[in-house]
């Protein structure tokens, strides 16, 4: 069983720049993702990254504004988000995955099985 939970969300103007964690606390996963959900909207996969080395993955939308990262211990992941945009805003939802390197698709909401309450993203433009 994993538990995830996040911190760090807030209302930002446009161009700043906010900071998520995701504390993890259970067995450590193979991968862990940031998804976001707007109203009306699916949920969409921001970030993730491969628990178990460096290898990460962006969403064409945060590539070169959003860095996944994980402290020493891997037990709490981050995104740092910077150049922030109105569309950004969301509730950010961090989630788990123990599926394998060979099966996962690190984007897709199905392919994670543990998911944290959300906190909410909101960017004034």
């Known amino acids: 069983q994993v538990q995830l939970v996040e911190s760090g969300g807030g209302s930002v103007q446009a161009g700043g720049s906010l900071r998520l964690a995701c504390a993890v606390f259970?067995?450590?996963?193979?991968?862990m993702g940031w998804f976001r959900q707007a109203p009306g909207k699916e949920r969409e996969g921001v970030a993730a990254i491969y628990v178990g080395g460096a290898d990460t993955y962006y969403a064409d939308s945060v590539k070169g504004r959003f860095t996944i990262s994980q402290n020493n211990a891997k037990n709490t992941i981050y995104l740092q988000m910077n150049s922030l945009k109105p569309e950004d805003t969301a509730m950010y939802y961090c989630a788990a995955s123990f599926r394998s390197r060979t099966v996962i698709q690190v984007l897709r909401v199905d392919s994670y099985s543990y998911w944290g309450q959300g906190t909410q993203v909101t960017v004034s433009s």
């Open positions: 259970g067995l450590s996963p193979n991968y």
